[in-house]
């Protein structure tokens, strides 16, 4: 299942690319911007503002959306039965369904109409959610685009079975790994995950044949310290094979989905970082020898 197919984008490998954004993903990490990516079934969604109070949502699915007042709908979405019933009903977009199956043939149709824009480096990025918890489609995807010579980005949390990484590694081009923390009751705190699962998986792929570049989002009370990121680097140069990081600097683009989703957002007031914060901390990775960037 896909949330998302965005196209033309230049933030997610090199060249000009199509991404699949995957639904389902295993962490929880508090400052997620795409929270309607975490589940693996339909996330109904659902703007305040933009409701015109039409009704048609309500005779969709009667027990499960009721009529609050005049300030819109109430939605029970542990009760909703029919999730596909409400994709576009909404005349004035308030409600909408993230999630859409997809087979393997449909996306490759998908991805196909955008050759013409990927030219020499340019391809397709799978993105999620967490792309490698999506089954034996995905190698069959990866697959198919490997074979009409598509050039391949996935980017991944690495919190999945090692056999499912080892599948992947020869069908895609460059791994764009998230690496959060060392420690991990801190991973743990903060993401729901097992730090030891990702480190494993981590030290196995930086290892082997595939193309690896470090992406590590710079979060305010996680990882955002000398002594933290300056660690996680050192802990990256001892993998002789990776030659690039990136830095992300934490925003709250995303809040508003969490809003639409009626799930809290327990990052509270945490202020957003400039690409300048995290100049330092490219400064002492390029000491060691990488290659860095700041921002998507």
């Not at 490998?13 to 699949?20: C, E, K, L, Q």
């Not at 369904?97 to 955008?114: F, N, R």
């Amino acid at each position: 299942m896909i949330f998302n197919i965005q196209r033309f984008s230049t933030h997610d490998g090199a060249g000009i690319r199509t991404v699949i954004f995957f639904k389902g993903c295993p962490l929880r990490c508090r400052w997620c911007s795409n929270p309607e990516s975490q589940s693996f079934g339909y996330s109904i969604m659902y703007d305040e503002k933009r409701c015109k109070n039409f009704g048609e949502c309500l005779l969709a699915e009667s027990q499960a959306i009721t009529q609050n007042g005049d300030s819109g709908i109430h939605i029970n979405r542990k009760q909703i039965k029919y999730p596909e019933k409400l994709r576009n009903i909404c005349p004035s977009k308030a409600l909408t369904v993230a999630g859409e199956k997809k087979s393997v043939q449909e996306l490759l149709t998908e991805i196909q109409k955008d050759m013409l824009f990927f030219r020499d480096e340019g391809g397709v990025t799978f993105s999620g959610g967490e792309p490698l918890l999506q089954g034996d489609e995905l190698i069959s995807l990866l697959k198919d685009l490997k074979e009409k010579k598509f050039n391949i980005n996935m980017e991944t949390t690495l919190h999945a079975d090692r056999d499912k990484i080892k599948e992947c590694i020869g069908l895609v081009n460059t791994f764009l790994v998230d690496l959060k923390h060392l420690d991990k009751e801190k991973f743990k705190e903060f993401t729901q995950g097992d730090a030891e699962l990702v480190l494993d998986n981590f030290d196995m792929l930086a290892e082997s044949d595939a193309e690896v570049i470090v992406r590590i989002p710079v979060i305010p009370g996680f990882n955002h310290s000398k002594e933290t990121i300056f660690e996680m680097i050192d802990y990256v140069a001892t993998h002789k094979k990776i030659k690039e990081i990136h830095f992300l600097p934490y925003h709250d683009y995303g809040i508003e989905k969490y809003k639409m989703l009626d799930i809290k957002y327990t990052m509270g007031d945490a202020r957003p970082l400039n690409d300048s914060d995290l100049e330092e901390y490219a400064e002492y990775a390029r000491s060691k020898g990488f290659k860095t960037k700041i921002g998507g």
